[in-house]
């Protein structure tokens, strides 16, 4: 007869190895599952997408245009560098037209956004740079290299992260990657993926437990579940569409439990 750990059962208060207390303790007949990628990805991402749908980020099919979309959302908020991308994009509706001259114009632009000095410079380098690489302000070549080689070209510029290549690279390139930023790694950590402190240094753990072809959908969807659900100080597990996988809210459930049991409130 199969046993509740084959099925991927486990007792709330106890869960992974006390299946015995099951009999005794009524307060523990809830059975959660354990979240496994390999077994569960494929079904939190259908969840995900049955909530969120694949919603636009906002995102750019033009793989420089994205790139600055991308420089500008650093540690701004969503409107706010939604609209510093518009007012820039009217400014100078071509990159080309850009010169180092107009660093300052393009600092003015980018002000309301925050760390506006440190953007404008970076944008600026990055375009003289590729003047310098393919003729004029362009990242089109890089549309028929191997996924390696065009990371590899875009971290080399001036300002680009990992992240920010990989969401080039999906975004705009239908390339098969999976950055993981702020809301990425928290969903993914919450969930009990094997991730270390930071998004960056989780980068290949979760891109590597996430199949290729399901990499966009969870990206996506990741982001507008961790910015409306899964927030950071007090997540909303009680509207979460995977809370059935969530590691983080059983191991809430178990201290509260234990707590209950303990007599500690
Ligand atoms: S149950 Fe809570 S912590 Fe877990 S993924 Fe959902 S919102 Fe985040």
Redo the contacts with the bound molecule.
């Keep these: 007869m199969a046993q509740p750990a084959d099925l991927g059962l486990v007792c709330v208060s106890h869960r992974r190895h006390r299946y015995d207390v099951l009999d005794r303790q009524p307060t523990c007949y809830a059975l959660l599952m354990v979240f496994d990628p390999s077994r569960d990805i494929e079904a939190v991402c259908h969840a995900l997408e049955r909530v969120y749908g694949n919603p636009s980020h906002g995102n750019k099919s033009d793989p420089l245009d994205e790139l600055v979309y991308i420089i500008l959302s650093t540690r701004t908020r969503d409107a706010s560098y939604r609209r510093r991308y518009d007012e820039l994009k009217a400014a100078f509706p071509s990159w080309d037209a850009v010169s180092p001259r107009d660093q300052a114009r393009i600092e003015a632009i980018l002000q309301p956004g925050g760390l506006a000095m440190l953007k404008a410079a970076v944008i600026v380098e990055i375009l003289n740079v590729l003047r310098d690489r393919f003729g004029s302000t362009t990242l089109e070549p890089l549309r028929c290299m191997p996924d390696a080689d065009v990371e590899q070209l875009l971290v080399s510029l001036p300002g680009v992260s990992t992240k920010v290549a990989k969401c080039v690279m999906m975004y705009s390139m239908d390339r098969q990657v999976l950055p993981v930023d702020v809301h990425v790694h928290r969903?993914a950590a919450?969930?009990g993926f094997s991730v270390k402190r930071r998004p960056d240094t989780s980068q290949e753990l979760i891109e590597g437990a996430v199949p290729r072809q399901l990499r966009y959908g969870f990206h996506i969807n990741a982001v507008a579940?961790g910015r409306a659900?899964?927030l950071s100080r007090a997540?909303?597990?009680e509207m979460?569409c995977?809370?059935q996988w969530?590691d983080?809210?059983q191991t809430r459930k178990d201290r509260e439990c234990s707590q209950t049991a303990t007599g500690v409130q």
Excluded: D, T
């Design positions: 969903v919450r969930l579940h659900v899964c997540p909303r597990c979460c995977i809370s969530c983080y809210l």
